[in-house]
């Protein structure tokens, strides 16, 4: 009570109740003042906590009204909490993605909020990490059994344009994965069932030509290379020690590739330190006729058939193997076989350290040597129709060698019989070449084309004017009377003009198979 004799109001502590002091100790300290102070704000923020709605009643239901401010202020805390590590979630997606058209979403770890993030709107929607993304066109409605919708004027039966041109352009999916179909779905294109039908006519052959050239590339030799087929047996020699390696090849031609090798033993018999590989080529790409070589040959024409080319090819290869050995029984400068493995054939090396002797077109030669090289492939050519009874059918400069002053053939797998139905054009061919050859060469002894042609066959055509098409009709027309001779009497001879002591022409004898055959 002041002097008034008013009784003075004081302040509730809130700290309660407080011990009456004297007025001449109402003196405290600074400490005290400062604990009343803050007592008092702690008051206060409690009593404005109060009054605010309990969020607890959102994030709990009803259940959980009654909760303590305390579990409120550890929700609010979580809350704070989960929005920063969103943030840095989101940070973090960014960075990761950067600027790649393919992104990666992490909403999977991203919190469940019960509250509405201020950051983004409603109109702010990253459809990347959506399921449902808006502005990806649906697939057109299929159309119920009874085949239309709708009723009256607006009946759309399923033979509707504009349907089926939708239904084409969704069924684009189903093409091959190669096959750059586009967005059509999105562009809402139209295709007719014309277009639908060419393109996929068109990707349907595509994919059958793909697979065939896969196919013909893993099944075919090709130029200085061999398929696994090919290169499996080039490996099963050298593991039984018919070869000891393959070095590389050596030669390339139309028909087959040559690859050196060094020579192992075969049955305890020694393989020359030098061998060749003529692998037989699979594709007929650049010799495509040469059936006309192997179906008139009575040796194999029991065996020829158009439907299995790799069978051709081993007839090939063992059709030279049979030439070969003839041309070695009649002491004729050739390879010597050693093995033959289906279209792979062995024979020795023509040449020296590794180094094939040059062909006769490449190598540089005197007067006089030319004039012994003409002399011999004279020979050569007389001994191989006469006593091997075999044409050459390819004679060149490209297929005879020049080794250890002697010419040497090579490449007689195209080889036929004179009985042949044409043989006799097949030589002639061959004698135009080594005419032709020599004489450009200036060899002055060298035989015309018709000189060379009777000096090797023993005939006499008559040359006349020297008309090439002349002669060559003679031959044909010789050809034709032997070949209904052999339909008639079952063989076939040439007819020679040598006359006997009575004036009379006589035949030939018939040629005999060698008994290798």
């Known amino acids: 009570m002041d002097q008034s004799g008013v009784t003075a109001h004081k302040p509730k502590s809130p700290w309660g109740m407080t011990a009456t002091v004297p007025p001449a100790m109402s003196t405290c300290s600074l400490a005290d003042v400062m604990s009343e102070q803050l007592a008092r704000q702690l008051e206060e923020e409690n009593h404005n906590f109060s009054s605010l709605a309990d969020p607890s009643v959102l994030l709990l239901g009803d259940d959980a009204a009654d909760t303590t401010s305390d579990l409120m202020l550890a929700q609010m805390l979580q809350m704070q909490y989960d929005r920063e590590f969103d943030d840095q979630l989101r940070r973090e997606e960014k960075k990761f993605n950067g600027d790649s058209k393919v992104s990666i979403s992490f909403e999977n770890y991203r919190k469940v909020h019960p509250y509405d993030d201020s950051d983004s709107s409603e109109d702010e929607v990253d459809w990347q990490d959506t399921r449902h993304d808006p502005y990806r066109a649906a697939k057109p409605q299929t159309t119920p059994r009874r085949g239309f919708v709708g009723k009256g004027k607006n009946i759309t039966t399923k033979h509707d344009a504009v349907t089926c041109g939708r239904k084409n352009t969704a069924r684009m999916d189903n093409f091959a994965p190669e096959v750059q179909v586009g967005d059509g779905l999105g562009m809402d294109l139209k295709l007719s069932n014309q277009v639908f039908n060419s393109l996929k006519q068109h990707c349907a052959s595509e994919q059958r030509r793909s697979a065939k050239l896969h196919e013909k590339k893993e099944h075919s030799t090709a130029e200085q290379a061999v398929d696994p087929r090919t290169r499996l047996l080039m490996y099963k020699m050298v593991n039984a020690g018919v070869l000891e390696s393959i070095n590389g090849c050596i030669s390339t031609g139309k028909e087959s590739v040559v690859f050196h090798a060094n020579g192992g033993s075969l049955d305890e018999q020694p393989v020359p330190d030098e061998v060749v590989l003529k692998v037989f080529k699979t594709t007929l790409n650049e010799f495509k006729n040469r059936d006309r070589y192997i179906k008139d040959d009575y040796r194999f024409i029991d065996r020829f058939t158009k439907l299995n ?9 063992e059709k030279e193997m049979h030439n070969l ?3 070695k029984k009649a002491s004729i400068p050739c390879p010597d076989v050693v093995l033959l493995r289906k279209h792979i054939l062995v024979m020795s090396f023509i040449g020296q350290d590794h180094v094939p002797a040059p062909k ?26 006469q006593e091997c009874h075999l044409v050459h059918a390819d004679l060149s400069e490209y297929n005879m060698l020049w080794h250890q002053g ?43 084309i018709f000189e060379l042609f009777n000096a090797v066959s023993g005939l006499d055509i008559p040359i006349g004017a020297e008309n090439e098409a002349e002669f060559v009709a003679e031959i044909v027309a010789l050809e034709k009377r032997n070949e209904d001779h052999v339909q008639r009497r079952g063989k076939k001879t040439f007819a020679v003009a040598s006359e006997d002591d009575s004036g009379e022409e006589q035949a030939d004898p018939p040629f005999k198979a060698d008994a290798d055959d």
């Open 360 to 385: 006769l077109k490449d190598v540089v030669l005197s007067s006089d040597d030319m004039k012994n090289a003409f002399c011999q492939v004279l020979n050569l050519m007389q001994t191989l129709y």
């Open 309 to 317: 080319p790799r069978k051709i090819i081993r007839l090939w290869a």
């Open 406 to 448: 002697k010419v040497w053939l090579i490449d007689v797998s195209q080889s036929v019989e004179p009985t042949h139905p044409h043989g006799l054009e097949f030589l002639f061919r061959d004698c135009r070449n080594v005419s032709t050859f020599f004489q450009k060469r200036g060899v002055s002894e060298a035989l015309s």
């Open 325 to 327: 050995s003839r041309m």
